[in-house]
């Protein structure tokens, strides 16, 4: 037998919207504009042009459905991962090649909006590997499981025994730092006469951007904290696939394997603040480091006949190995105690896995004249077996007030917890009459600690004639708490205050209201037209409504000496330099519910221009806002959520954003130009100074303005296999609206880091070859 398509190529003069996809519909491909959900596909070449090294970030540079936290702190700043509709990512489902990616073991620690987040940290991902990607902007637990209350991103790997292609890239920011060097590959080898192996490869490595202001304490910049870490990154792939049983089935399999070294610079102590004169006479910047390894395999055999049926069975086992450490550190209590201090610490190592079995049927049943086409059924079970393993750091990271920054994790609060999933689906495709396409599909889940879950999706399309469609859906959908989210513990410290995380299931989280985290459940609700006036050209329009009840959040949030008190009776002791008043803790909670309402619009247009060349233009509007419509009190009374943490679920995502991009290309010569507007973000702000200094009940809100940024790129063929291009991302240097001065710590750190608009690293430029063959 041949290879069952996982979704087809374009050609380089067709328009993505006439390849296949298999994505949002388990019985039947079709193409992007024939689809009954709103499906984006992003080629590997519109990847490759947005300049960006990494995957998130050439994925919000093309899809305005898709943002991203722009910048994290401690270790939120280690790992990547997106966004979507303006809910967490935790909420977007990963595939490859339609199979389940397991998530992170890095737990965003911090607060902000994606506090308590272990999504699947996608730049793990090489690039080199990608054919395609498939974003399906719509509910689909029914039919892929939990996670996927906002949508899916179907990473459609490449396949195949012919051609490869090598890239380089190197860039830098306006500002001189940052600088980038990448270089990433792939190549296609027969297996045999009928098989195919593929390799791919990816390093890339940046340096340490920093946009802090002058530090008020020293007169210099001694920040850090504003910028991306120093990383690099090793990733490599293998991709196979060939006929076996003489012809009767096709075993295929991927490998993929990634390491990166990242170093994340935290607050700068002064010698005045924190006295080390024997270790740091002029004072000392933390640096927590990370080493991790991500593994992921899958290995399966699939068949066209088994009584009728097309079958697929198929094991994934995907591991995160992430060890945090730092450097440039000490423990002031170790000193008092011993004498010295150690000045690099292994602080803790957090490793989570996801073994995923599936069975698959599909068959398409003819109906004779019953129906206007055949029914096409489909049906399968899950088990799935997560853990997730917290070990202790030295002894001296956590002894009495343990490491600056961020201190160890003690053998109290480490530990391995297990769970298994166990789920079936129906899926049930059929056109009752002529032009009426309508999809059912049903799912159960058992969860051996978050209990049962069922959902359910029914959608349809109609086309009144081929060049006019509606389409709808309304589905149910679920997203079970992490292991992560229910054991979690930590305490990270700044010069001057300190925040408290405690494991829910807790003692100490009990005594501040905490009760067991239970599901986040969903109804989602689209309609939308499809409408094509001319050849090549496309128009889609979309209004969806997300309903999610008891959404996991970073609430519980207390101060003062009850914060105090609740930390240390979680084994972590607060440093007696600060203040009660600047302390916090909180734990995970369900502690709110949301409505999320907006309105997506997708236009391409593609014209073959002859003699003058041919021209893409395309246009992504993506409208959306959130609402709170349920806030949870603790066992205490007290709102699980305070105003500051309510505008992480509700303003802090783009109201709006928009992508207007076209690209022209005439016999060597090629141009890419794009504008992006990032809509207005709306955060309540925690004062640094004066009377409401690090209150936990009084903020000031602050509004990052809409914001226009241009990207070119110019590209010149320069051998009939090698490609040269030139671009800049943010053209003109925009920058964000800088906070008031009660609302920079030290006056140095002068943005919003917690909203996902514009980034403060500045405008960006790179040089780019590449070679296919």
């Known amino acids: 037998m041949t290879a069952p398509a996982a979704g087809a190529r374009r050609s380089s003069t067709s328009s993505p919207n006439e390849m296949v996809v298999v994505t949002g519909n388990r019985n039947v491909a079709r193409k992007v504009t024939d689809n009954i959900a709103p499906i984006d596909v992003i080629t590997s070449q519109t990847l490759l042009s947005t300049g960006m090294p990494d995957l998130g970030s050439a994925l919000i540079n093309v899809n305005p459905a898709i943002n991203m936290q722009d910048h994290q702190t401690d270790q939120g700043a280690l790992s990547s991962s997106i966004r979507m509709r303006g809910l967490d990512p935790d909420q977007v489902l990963i595939l490859i090649d339609g199979k389940r990616r397991h998530t992170t073991a890095n737990i965003n620690s911090d607060k902000g909006p994606d506090s308590g987040e272990t999504p699947v940290d996608i730049d793990m991902i090489p690039v080199a590997m990608i054919d395609h990607i498939e974003v399906l902007r719509d509910g689909a637990a029914a039919q892929y499981g939990s996670d996927a209350i906002a949508g899916v991103v179907n990473i459609i790997l490449k396949k195949g025994p012919k051609g490869g292609s090598e890239q380089g890239l190197v860039g830098a920011n306006y500002a001189g730092d940052g600088f980038t060097y990448l270089l990433r590959g792939d190549h296609g080898f027969k297996w045999g006469s009928d098989g195919f192996v593929r390799m791919a490869f990816e390093f890339k490595h940046n340096d340490l951007t920093s946009h802090d202001l002058v530090d008020s304490r020293t007169g210099r910049k001694d920040f850090h904290q504003l910028g991306e870490p120093d990383q690099t990154r090793e990733n490599f792939a293998i991709n196979w696939g060939k006929p076996i049983l003489h012809d009767k089935a096709y075993f295929y399999g991927n490998v993929i394997y990634g390491h990166r070294h990242a170093e994340s610079p935290q607050f700068f102590r002064t010698a005045t603040q924190t006295p080390l004169p024997s270790y740091y006479p002029w004072g000392f910047d933390p640096v927590d480091t990370s080493e991790e390894n991500d593994f992921a395999a899958t290995v399966g055999v699939k068949g066209d006949d088994f009584l009728g049926f097309g079958w697929d069975l198929s094991s994934t086992y ?368 925690t004062y640094q100074s004066g009377p409401y200094a690090y209150s936990s009940t009084h903020f000031f809100q602050f509004i990052n303005p809409p914001v226009w940024t241009t990207n070119i790129e110019f590209g010149y063929q320069v051998l009939p296999r090698v490609h040269l291009a030139v671009g800049a991302n943010n053209l003109t240097n925009r920058m964000p609206k800088k906070l008031p001065m009660d609302g920079r710590y030290y006056n140095a750190e002068a943005y919003d880091v917690y909203a996902s608009q514009i980034g403060f690293n500045g405008g960006y430029y790179y040089f780019r070859v590449n070679a296919t063959y």
């Open 318 to 685: 995907g591991e995160d190995i992430f060890n945090i450490n730092q450097t440039n550190s000490a423990n002031l209590s170790y000193l008092a105690t011993y004498g010295y201090t150690p000045t690099n610490f292994h602080l803790r190592g957090l490793t989570s896995t996801q073994w995923t079995n599936n069975l698959d049927f599909k068959r398409s049943i003819p109906v004779g004249h019953l129906m206007a086409g055949p029914i096409n059924v489909a049906f399968g079970a899950e088990h799935r077996m997560e853990s997730y393993r917290m070990s202790a750091g030295d002894p001296a990271s956590y002894y009495g007030a343990g490491s600056q920054a961020l201190v160890g994790l003690s053998p109290t609060n480490a530990g391995i917890w297990y769970r298994d999933v166990y789920a079936g689906y129906l899926d049930v495709d059929m056109q009752p009459i002529k032009h009426l396409d309508v999809d059912i599909a049903g799912r159960f889940e058992h969860y051996t600690d978050a209990g049962d879950a069922k959902t359910g999706k029914i959608a349809a399309r109609y086309d009144f004639t081929p060049q006019f469609a509606i389409r709808g859906a309304i589905s149910t959908g679920f997203r079970a708490p992490t292991l992560a989210e229910e054991h979690y513990a930590t305490l990270g410290v700044a010069p001057t205050y300190a925040g408290g995380q405690l494991a829910v299931n807790s003692a100490a989280a009990r005594q501040l209201g905490a009760v067991p985290l239970t599901p986040e459940y969903s109804t989602n609700a689209s309609g939308g037209v499809v409408i094509r006036p001319i050849k090549n050209f496309n128009i889609t329009a979309d209004v969806y409504q997300i309903n999610i009840r008891d959404r996991i959040v970073n609430g519980g949030t207390y101060s003062g000496e009850q914060a105090v008190n609740a930390i240390e009776a979680s084994g972590i002791q607060v440093p007696s330099s600060i203040a009660a008043s600047a302390v916090t803790a909180s734990y995970y909670s369900n502690g709110a519910s949301t409505r999320t309402q907006g309105l997506d619009i997708v236009s391409n247009y593609h014209l073959d221009m002859k003699k003058n060349g041919v021209l893409d233009l395309n246009l992504g509007i993506d409208l959306n806002r959130t609402t709170l419509t349920h806030l949870g009190n603790d066992t205490n009374g007290n709102p699980l959520l305070n105003a500051q943490r309510i505008s992480y679920l509700t303003s802090n995502t783009p109201r709006s954003k928009i992508i207007m991009g076209a690209h022209w290309k005439r016999d060597k010569f090629d141009v890419m130009l794009q504008e992006m507007r990032w809509g207005q973000t709306k955060d309540m702000m």
